[in-house]
């Protein structure tokens, strides 16, 4: 059963920086993506960035550019989203997801139906 685990959200100030994990196991394709998405409160499921195992080929949403970023070790298996500037409006419940998707120049990459096996998600809260 594969397996996604997500964690280091947390409680943190407006301005602040977050880094989150996504640690994949059990998913053993030649290639694929890990996205992160989010959920605010009251609001709908959206994406932020995605990545490619093989190629680190990324992707991110207009709500990510500039100050998030989207990583890997794939020695560990594990994809990172490095979050700063960070603001009241991100918090959110964020979750990473694994697609077949390996290449990001079609249609828009960050559709969740596009994306199988979800993890349980890691709360972020940013204070004001």
């Known amino acids: 059963e594969v397996q996604l685990q997500a964690s280091g959200g947390g409680l943190v100030q407006a301005g602040g920086s977050l880094r989150l994990s996504c640690a994949v196991s059990?998913?053993?394709?030649?290639?694929?993506?890990i996205g992160w998405f989010r959920r605010r409160p009251g609001k709908d499921r959206e994406g932020v960035a995605c990545?490619?195992?093989?190629?680190?080929?990324?992707y991110y949403a207009d709500l990510a550019k500039g100050r998030f970023t989207i990583s890997s070790d794939n020695a560990k298996n594990t994809v990172y989203l490095q979050m700063n500037s960070l603001k009241p409006e991100d918090t959110a419940t964020y979750y990473c997801a694994t697609s077949r998707l390996t290449y990001y120049g079609g249609s828009y990459p960050l559709f969740d139906y596009k994306y199988d096996y979800w993890g349980q998600g890691t709360l972020v809260t940013v204070s004001s």
């Open positions: 059990r998913f053993t394709p030649d290639d694929y993506s």
């Open positions: 990545i490619t195992k093989n190629e680190g080929r990324t």
